[in-house]
């Protein structure tokens, strides 16, 4: 009984462990059906691989919608929880159009308070009318800006008008003027638009398009117009009469990669049908070329010429003679200019000439030479703002010191001058600079006093708003006295408006301010002039031109006072 019971209890414990490893076999194929369809899909997927390399990236990512891979039971539905993926191949080629179509900007290298559109500059604001073109966008040529930054060079400003070749140096150095500068006598109003136009770009249809010559292009200009005065003369005899006005001007600006140069010249023939002068010719011409030694370091010559014919009375004091002198004003100048980041320094050499030529016999000799070297150093406080101050020691010497057989003291001085001022560049606002000073006439004469005198010296341009350009122009120079007694301090100031009226039309606006203080008594000339003109162009060659000019002098000697009102029309052709 006892072996029965014992062969009972292991039979008992048999089964029950027979009856575990069935429920555990029960179990297992539930557990490790997923186990089993990861082993199948992963067979699949070797054989889909060699057929299809892409199709690795889609089975990592769960996207299993291609034919050749299904689930184990193709009878069950799709799994939900595997996330679909849209092809590389499709991703990449839409990036790349993208990229094609829509480039990424350039960063921005500086903060710019003065930006009109920060989203993009080139293009006008929705809805603009205005006929001034869009800033230009820079260039993203690596290449490009690379050559650039080791010569030195720089890119012409397009939006901006540049002012008309001022002086490298100060006026009391006495250079000549530029051909188109708006301190000039004839016309300041068509320098102004000129200079406007010859900085347009090439899609403005009325822009000059100009004349290759070799690395050059050539812009030339001829005006035509005829007049009516009620002075002719512009004196005290207000004398009324008709007169023609023959006006060619040129400019010829280089074409290089590297160093800059330019050249302008502006004729001027006035016939006059009424008065004592019948013909009065005048003109001028100027040069500059800068050429770019390294990075840092500019040396710019600049040379310039000016003719014109003044009264008797103006050149020897005197209202018993009656005609006309010719005078010619020339200069020659020199600057090297380094940058040591942030401090600028440069110096200037400049001789300046005047000549006198068909003066009356007997008159004292008037021609002389002023030689001048200026030192200068600026800070730059950023790219758009750097104060400067300057200091410059001239010497005047007269071809004749004193005149033979005359007690009069030699004529022979030193002109001395400091100043201080600010040099800008607002990219397309503000471009130039100004500066004020102090400067004496200090005579080799002892018997002479020195003159001491405040001076004003600027070259402006602003852009007031699209399409509308100011330009503001001084300088302050000593004038001798031919007896040498005296010395006359020469303040000329002028302020132009240009503005686009419409596509065809400009308008311009000019008021100059010439005021000569002499040390003499009762000698001082107040001098003040407005201009108004238009330019409309009938195609992009011929323009017809209109112009305005009130002209009054204020003096205590009656003989210097007069009135001139002048009304002229005339055709105007460009290339």
Same mark, same amino acid.
């Not at 960063?107 to 603009?128: K, M």
């Not at 302050?476 to 005296?486: D, N």
């Not at 107040?526 to 162009?537: H, P």
């Given at each position: 009984?006892?072996?029965?019971?014992? $062969? =009972?209890?292991?039979?008992?414990?048999?089964?029950?462990?027979?009856?575990?490893?069935?429920?555990?076999?029960?179990?297992?194929?539930?557990?490790?059906?997923?186990?089993?369809?990861?082993?199948?899909?992963?067979?699949?997927?070797?054989?889909?691989?060699?057929?299809?390399?892409?199709?690795?990236?889609?089975?990592?990512?769960?996207?299993?919608?291609?034919?050749?891979?299904?689930? @184990?039971?193709?009878?069950?539905?799709?799994?939900?929880?595997?996330?679909?993926?849209?092809? @590389?191949?499709?991703?990449?080629?839409?990036?790349?159009?993208?990229?094609?179509?829509?480039?990424?900007?350039?960063?921005?290298?500086?903060?710019? *308070?003065?930006?009109?559109?920060?989203?993009?500059?080139?293009?006008?604001?929705?809805?603009?009318?205005?006929?001034?073109?869009?800033?230009?966008?820079?260039?993203?040529?690596?290449?490009?800006?690379?050559?650039?930054?080791?010569?030195?060079?720089?890119?012409?400003?397009?939006?901006?008008?540049?002012?008309?070749?001022?002086?490298?140096?100060?006026?009391?150095?006495?250079?000549?003027?530029?051909?188109?500068? %708006?301190?000039?006598?004839?016309?300041?109003?068509?320098?102004?638009?000129?200079?406007?136009?010859?900085?347009?770009?090439?899609?403005?249809?009325?822009? @000059?398009?100009?004349?290759?010559?070799?690395?050059?292009?050539?812009?030339?200009?001829?005006?035509?117009?005829? =007049?009516?005065?009620?002075?002719?003369?512009?004196?005290?005899?207000?004398?009324?009469?008709?007169?023609?006005?023959?006006?060619?001007?040129?400019? *010829?600006? &280089?074409?290089? %990669?590297?160093?800059?140069?330019?050249?302008?010249?502006?004729?001027?023939?006035?016939?006059?049908?009424?008065?004592?002068?019948?013909?009065?010719?005048? =003109?001028?011409?100027?040069?500059?070329?800068?050429?770019?030694?390294?990075?840092?370091?500019?040396?710019?010559?600049?040379?310039?010429?000016?003719?014109?014919?003044?009264?008797?009375?103006?050149?020897?004091?005197?209202?018993?003679?009656?005609?006309?002198?010719?005078?010619?004003?020339?200069?020659?100048?020199?600057?090297?200019?380094?940058?040591?980041?942030?401090?600028?320094?440069?110096?200037?050499?400049?001789?300046?000439?005047?000549?006198?030529?068909?003066?009356?016999?007997?008159?004292?000799?008037?021609?002389?030479?002023?030689?001048?070297?200026?030192?200068?150093?600026?800070?730059?406080?950023?790219?758009?703002?750097?104060?400067?101050?300057?200091?410059?020691? =001239?010497?005047?010497?007269?071809?004749?010191?004193?005149?033979?057989?005359?007690?009069? @003291?030699?004529?022979?001085?030193?002109?001395?001058?400091?100043?201080?001022?600010?040099?800008?560049?607002?990219?397309?606002?503000?471009?130039?600079?100004?500066?004020?000073?102090?400067?004496?006439?200090?005579?080799?004469?002892?018997?002479?006093?020195?003159?001491?005198?405040?001076?004003?010296?600027?070259?402006?341009?602003?852009?007031?708003?699209?399409?509308?350009?100011?330009?503001?122009?001084?300088?302050?120079?000593?004038?001798?006295?031919?007896?040498?007694? &005296?010395?006359?301090?020469?303040?000329?100031?002028?302020?132009?408006?240009?503005?686009?009226?419409?596509?065809?039309?400009?308008?311009?606006?000019?008021?100059?301010?010439?005021?000569?203080?002499?040390?003499?008594?009762?000698?001082?000339?107040?001098?003040?002039?407005?201009?108004?003109?238009?330019?409309?162009?009938?195609?992009?060659?011929?323009?017809?031109?209109?112009?305005?000019?009130? $002209?009054?002098?204020?003096?205590?000697?009656?003989?210097?006072?007069?009135?001139?009102?002048?009304?002229? *029309?005339?055709?105007?052709?460009?290339?």
């Amino acid at each position: 009984m006892k072996g029965q019971a014992k $062969r =009972g209890r292991i039979a008992g414990l048999s089964f029950a462990s027979m009856v575990a490893l069935a429920a555990l076999a029960s179990r297992a194929p539930a557990q490790d059906l997923d186990t089993r369809e990861l082993r199948n899909n992963a067979a699949a997927s070797e054989r889909l691989r060699q057929a299809k390399p892409d199709a690795s990236l889609i089975e990592a990512l769960g996207a299993m919608s291609n034919a050749e891979i299904v689930a @184990p039971d193709k009878n069950r539905p799709a799994r939900p929880d595997l996330r679909q993926v849209a092809d @590389p191949r499709l991703e990449d080629e839409f990036a790349e159009r993208e990229a094609e179509d829509n480039p990424p900007p350039e960063p921005q290298r500086s903060f710019n *308070l003065f930006d009109r559109n920060e989203t993009n500059p080139a293009t006008p604001a929705v809805g603009s009318t205005s006929t001034k073109r869009a800033k230009p966008q820079r260039s993203v040529n690596a290449t490009e800006d690379r050559d650039l930054l080791e010569t030195g060079g720089t890119k012409r400003r397009e939006d901006l008008p540049k002012p008309a070749n001022p002086p490298l140096a100060a006026g009391i150095a006495d250079e000549a003027l530029a051909a188109d500068s %708006s301190l000039r006598r004839n016309q300041a109003n068509e320098a102004i638009d000129r200079i406007k136009r010859l900085n347009r770009t090439e899609d403005d249809p009325f822009a @000059p398009v100009g004349i290759r010559v070799g690395r050059f292009l050539f812009y030339p200009e001829l005006i035509q117009t005829a =007049g009516v005065t009620n002075n002719i003369g512009s004196d005290a005899l207000s004398e009324n009469g008709f007169f023609t006005e023959t006006t060619l001007s040129s400019r *010829l600006l &280089s074409d290089w %990669s590297r160093h800059e140069a330019e050249f302008n010249s502006r004729f001027t023939y006035r016939r006059n049908f009424a008065g004592e002068t019948r013909n009065d010719p005048s =003109g001028g011409a100027d040069g500059r070329l800068r050429l770019d030694l390294s990075r840092t370091t500019t040396a710019t010559f600049r040379g310039a010429l000016d003719y014109q014919r003044e009264d008797y009375s103006d050149v020897v004091n005197t209202i018993a003679l009656s005609g006309k002198a010719h005078v010619l004003d020339g200069s020659l100048a020199a600057e090297l200019s380094h940058d040591f980041n942030p401090v600028t320094v440069s110096g200037t050499l400049t001789a300046a000439r005047k000549a006198y030529f068909d003066l009356p016999n007997g008159s004292v000799d008037e021609d002389y030479t002023t030689l001048t070297a200026s030192l200068r150093t600026g800070y730059e406080i950023s790219p758009r703002l750097k104060p400067f101050v300057s200091a410059s020691l =001239g010497r005047r010497i007269h071809d004749v010191d004193v005149p033979p057989s005359s007690s009069e @003291p030699g004529r022979n001085s030193w002109l001395p001058a400091i100043r201080g001022g600010v040099s800008l560049d607002m990219n397309e606002k503000l471009v130039g600079e100004i500066a004020l000073g102090y400067a004496w006439n200090m005579p080799d004469d002892d018997g002479v006093a020195t003159t001491g005198a405040p001076t004003l010296d600027a070259s402006l341009v602003w852009s007031a708003q699209r399409g509308t350009d100011v330009t503001l122009a001084a300088r302050t120079s000593f004038a001798p006295e031919l007896t040498g007694q &005296s010395v006359t301090t020469n303040y000329e100031t002028s302020l132009g408006v240009a503005h686009d009226l419409t596509a065809r039309t400009t308008l311009t606006a000019v008021g100059k301010l010439g005021y000569e203080n002499s040390s003499l008594p009762d000698e001082d000339i107040l001098l003040l002039t407005g201009e108004a003109g238009f330019t409309t162009w009938i195609n992009r060659s011929l323009a017809v031109t209109g112009s305005y000019n009130h $002209r009054r002098a204020f003096a205590i000697d009656p003989t210097d006072r007069y009135t001139a009102d002048t009304v002229q *029309l005339g055709l105007k052709y460009q290339r």
